[in-house]
Structure formats: C-alpha cells, structure tokens
C-alpha cells in the first residue's frame, strides 16, 4: 500500500507538475515583519536540513513548521522562516518564505536561490521516498513555473558555507540528483 502511495504522488506530480504546497494559512504561519523581493528566474537551488525531529504526519509537519519559524524569528532576530519552502516526510510541501521572496538560508545565496529544507535530521540516515519525490517535484515545479532556471544549479547548504548540513547521507544522495555542483 505504502508503494502504491509513492507511486501515485509520483504519477500525480509528474502529471500535474507540482506537488502538494501546504500554504503558510494552512500551516498557520505567523505573519512576516518585513519582505524583500527576489527577481526570478533564480540560478541556484540550495538543499537543507532541519536539523531537528522528523515529522511524518501533516499534523507533526505543522507543528514543526510553527517550531522552526518561531526559533528564526524569536531567536534569530529574522523576518520570518528562513527557508523557501520546507519539506516534510510526509510528503507534503509547506511554503515558507514561498517563490519570490529573498530567503535567510545561505549566505550570499539567499537573494538568488529557492531554500528547501527537509524537516529532520539527515545525518545518518536519508530522507524517507516521500520526502525526496517532493524535493525532486518541487524544483521540477520551479523551473516549469518560471521561478528556477532550467540549468539551474543544486546544491547542498555545505557548499555555500561552512556546515555540514544537509547532514552525511542525505548530502551524499543528493551529490547523484542531476545538476548537482559543488
């Protein structure tokens, strides 16, 4: 069941060309304090890691997505959630800062670049199939829709700055997706 799952959100993407987007209303998102415009098509698409507990259900992914905009704008000083968009294991996408808006995720990149962050840790172990169709769905939404270029370049926060985030093995996977640079 689990597989056919899979499959159809695959099909479904690829039919429809974007996955699920959770919307910051859906996720009831806390409003932003300020925002900048980010000029699109963009050339780089910057992959992350939560660096915190996993989620697995839209309700956990919620709950997550209200922890981590809170720690960016309560701890960080930010104007709102660094990342783009995040991603949870349950396969659904949630919008962070969304398309058009400068990020506050890779230094020197944030002006240039869609931040997507999978909710966990992916140090030791990967992000589960759901999770990685999303990503794989989601920047193919990005350059369908107009908002990545089609030669875009992937890569992982670790290549802008100096961390070890997406985590070992979710890095090591996302060195074999296409367009991946260094």
């Not at 909710?119 to 350059?143: D, E, F, H, M, W």
Request: glycine content about 8%; overall charge positive; charged content about 10%.
């Amino acid at each position: 069941m689990f597989l056919l799952a899979v499959l159809l959100s695959a099909l479904c993407s690829t039919i429809y060309g974007c996955p699920t987007i959770i919307t910051r209303s859906q996720w009831g998102a806390r409003p932003y304090n300020c925002r900048s415009s980010m000029s699109t098509p963009v050339p780089y698409i910057i992959v992350h890691h939560t660096e915190g507990a996993a989620c697995t259900t839209q309700s956990s992914c919620i709950s997550q997505m209200k922890s981590i905009q809170n720690l960016h704008m309560n701890t960080n000083g930010w104007c709102d959630i660094g990342y783009s968009f995040l991603v949870g294991e349950d396969g659904n996408v949630y919008e962070g800062r969304g398309w058009t808006a400068v990020g506050a995720h890779a230094p020197n990149y944030n002006s240039k670049s869609i931040g997507i962050s999978v909710i966990g840790s992916y140090t030791n172990r990967n992000p589960n199939t759901l999770a990685q169709n999303a990503v794989k769905s989601l920047i193919a939404c990005a350059v369908s829709k107009g908002y990545a270029r089609s030669n875009y370049v992937l890569k992982g926060h670790r290549n802008v700055t100096a961390t070890d985030c997406p985590g070992n093995t979710f890095y090591n996977l996302l060195k074999t997706w296409p367009q991946f640079q260094a």
